[in-house]
């Protein structure tokens, strides 16, 4: 997952914007508990039957698509920096190739990248920087066992590391909160009572050693034909430090014609 934040941070170290306003976060896991449910087992099955219909439930939200674009303002804040002012575009082909480009006020693009299943290929156009790694690499370099499809299903808005190994489960008037397992994270999920819609995960590292943990929230859905696609999404990742991102869609296509170019710019540095 922190793959979107380390396409974001070659950019846009460099670039000078004005501060923004704090980056606001909300609490986790949701804070209507005061009329708080725990759906228990029982000889008849009642909590395999509730999590068998929730997961149907929220897999019924699933976004599928073929191709994608979308434009999205960008924030990012941290204990040493924080920027504003930014944008970000970014197209996939699904389950093939993800196109990402970063863009500063007066500046222009600052950041391409391409991503696909076992490759990474970027560069950066004001430090002269040129990255091609293959996958594998790239998830030793940011020490995070993402894969292609964890990114492909964050950028698009759908769940990240949730399994049927579900349990914890507590029911508000307005949300439904549980955990999962799998076999490097423990999830925390909060989905809307209603239509089982994603509010917000939190995915922690299983090795205590790491400590390390990534939190999504998701809102504003729209709704396009059959799709509940979330506009807005807040990400913060804690391990040493806190790590906050705000990207604000303000338009998104599905199923449209889409190209990713990407020329090997010459007298780079390759990193």
Known sequence: MRLLLFVGLIGILTVSCRRPKELARSTFPAADSGRVTVIADSADGELNRFKDSMLAGIQKNHIDFNSFSGRAKFAFENEQDSKNGLSVNVRMKKDSIIWISISAPVIDEVVRAVITPDSLK?????????????????????????????????????????????????????????????????????????????????????????????????????????????????????????TKVALDFTRFDFDVPVTFPFSTPSGYKRM
């Open 122 to 242: 970027l560069y950066n156009r004001l430090k002269k920087q040129l990255v091609l790694r293959n996958l594998a690499d790239a998830k030793d370099l940011l020490n995070v066992p993402f894969d292609f499809n964890t990114l492909q299903d964050l950028l698009i808005g759908n769940p990240v590391f949730l399994t049927d190994s579900i349990y914890q489960v507590t029911k508000t008037p307005s949300i439904i909160s549980f955990s999962c397992d799998a076999p490097d994270f423990t999830s925390l999920f909060n989905v809307y009572a209603d239509d089982y819609g994603l509010q917000q995960s939190k995915v922690m590292d299983k090795d205590p050693a790491v400590r390390r943990s990534c939190e999504l929230t998701y809102g504003d859905y729209s709704r396009t034909g059959s799709r509940k696609f979330p506009t807005t999404r807040r990400i913060y990742v804690e391990e040493k430090g806190t």
